[in-house]
Nanobody, 123 residues
């Protein structure tokens, strides 16, 4: 599976952005998907994950209630809707896939990674 994330940009605090991650390959439907982020000087951290069927979601406490992950298997795409953005949400956002029915919060559980898209939230 090859992944390409896009949709990042510059937004003011309180605003919103929608990220998308398009996947190639016919095996998209068997993979669980996740979003991670990495701010400058910090470790990569978990944001959200969605299982193969799209009915089980994991969300980091730091974004709960503001970010929503979803997927469209027909379009081979996973989304991250980000609302009420804060300056601390600024980071490079990565999508990732794992060949498992269930999502995970753990970075090493994911085998495939997109190239990342930059999100900058100004105060």
């Amino acid at each position: 599976v090859q992944l390409q994330a896009y949709g990042g940009g510059l937004v003011q605090a309180g605003g919103y952005l929608s990220l998308s991650c398009a996947a190639s390959g016919r095996t998209f439907g068997i993979h669980s998907l996740g979003w991670f982020r990495q701010a400058p000087g910090k470790e990569r951290e978990f944001v959200a994950a969605i299982n193969r069927g799209g009915d089980s979601i994991l969300t980091a406490d730091s974004v709960k209630g503001r970010f929503t992950i979803s997927r469209d298997n027909a379009k081979n795409t996973v989304y991250l809707q980000m609302n009420s953005l804060k300056p601390e949400d600024s980071a490079v956002y990565y999508c990732a896939a794992r060949q498992s029915a269930w999502g995970s919060r753990i970075i090493r559980d994911y085998r495939y990674w997109g190239q990342g898209t930059l999100v900058t939230v100004s105060s």
